[in-house]
């Protein structure tokens, strides 16, 4: 027990920044089911009641590009704050957080871009199956967003002043 303490201790924020990262794809991909069952006809999709299609039919239902929209500001504001919190242990307040926080939204928009690019190719071009093209392109953001946040964003106070 001692060596897995001595372990976690030792790569405490990569896991954490993984499972941190998981949760984060949790909440994306919920937003995203949720946003597609907002906009769909509830009455029509699960007239035969809840089966797997039903389901089928209710992603096919919705807007692919509105439904990760609405994914993507969800688990970008979840994964700021578990970042900044659980994560890099940040404790920057008042200038230093605006600057996290704007930081952080920006290196997520270039990686949501590359989502977007990546949803749209794939599912509305190719006709590539959405949540499996989601997982692929969710695990590359993954590692893209662990090295702008542990490079430029959650940067400890002594790497800024050598920058």
Not at 28 to 40: K, M, N, P, T
Not at 52 to 75: F, N, Q, R, Y
Not at 117 to 133: A, C, Q, T
Request: with cysteine; hydrophobic share 55%.
């Amino acid at each position: 027990m001692q060596k897995i303490i001595s372990l976690f201790k030792k790569y405490k924020e990569p896991i954490m920044y993984i499972i941190v990262g998981g949760l984060t794809t949790v909440v994306s991909f919920a937003a995203q089911f949720l946003a597609h069952l907002i906009g769909a006809d509830l009455d029509a999709v699960f007239a035969d009641g809840i089966t797997l299609a039903s389901i089928v039919a209710l992603m096919e239902e919705g807007s692919t590009m509105l439904a990760t929209v609405v994914s993507w500001i969800c688990s970008v504001t979840f994964a700021f704050f578990a970042n900044k919190i659980f994560v890099f242990e940040s404790k920057e307040k008042g200038k230093g957080f605006v600057i996290e926080f704007f930081s952080f939204y920006a290196a997520r928009l270039f990686t949501f871009g590359v989502e977007l690019l990546s949803m749209f190719i794939f599912v509305e071009l190719l006709s590539f199956n959405e949540m499996g093209v989601k997982l692929v392109v969710q695990i590359a953001i993954l590692i893209l967003n662990y090295v702008f946040s542990k490079l430029i964003i959650f940067r400890k106070k002594k790497e800024k002043e050598n920058v």
